[in-house]
């Protein structure tokens, strides 16, 4: 499976991003998507992920009803909807697809994609 994730970028306090992760290679070994993020000197943290069929969904805490992952199907394609941006929100934000687990850790998931920059200022 391979995962190249986009829409990265600067965003304003309370503005919006869209990040975008197409899926491709043999996704029928994937259990589920999500998104994880990190900044540096941290550890990557969960922030959303949906089962392969889309639902359910799951949510960090920080970022319900903020943030919201949708899926297209025939579009191979996995988003991370931004709204209410705040400045604890910059970071590299990952895409990643699971083989097995629970979607809320990082150790479900087997493939990765690489990192986009998200830098929210004041």
């Known amino acids: 499976v391979q995962l190249q994730a986009s829409g990265g970028g600067l965003g304003q306090a309370g503005g919006s991003l869209r990040l975008s992760c197409t899926v491709s290679?043999?996704?029928?070994?994937?259990?589920?998507l999500g998104w994880f993020r990190q900044t540096p000197g941290t550890e990557r943290e969960f922030v959303a992920a949906?089962?392969?069929?889309?639902?359910?969904?799951y949510y960090e805490d920080s970022v319900k009803g903020r943030f919201t992952i949708s899926r297209d199907s025939a579009k191979s394609t996995v988003y991370l909807e931004m709204n209410n941006l705040k400045p604890e929100d910059t970071a590299v934000y990952y895409c990643?697809?699971?083989?097995?687990?629970?979607?809320?850790?990082?150790?479900?998931?087997?493939?990765w994609g690489q990192g986009t920059q998200v830098t929210v200022s004041s």
């Open positions: 990643a697809a699971a083989s097995s687990g629970s979607l809320i850790y990082a150790w479900a998931y087997t493939w």
């Open positions: 290679g043999r996704t029928s070994d994937a259990t589920g």
């Open positions: 949906t089962s392969w069929s889309g639902i359910p969904t």
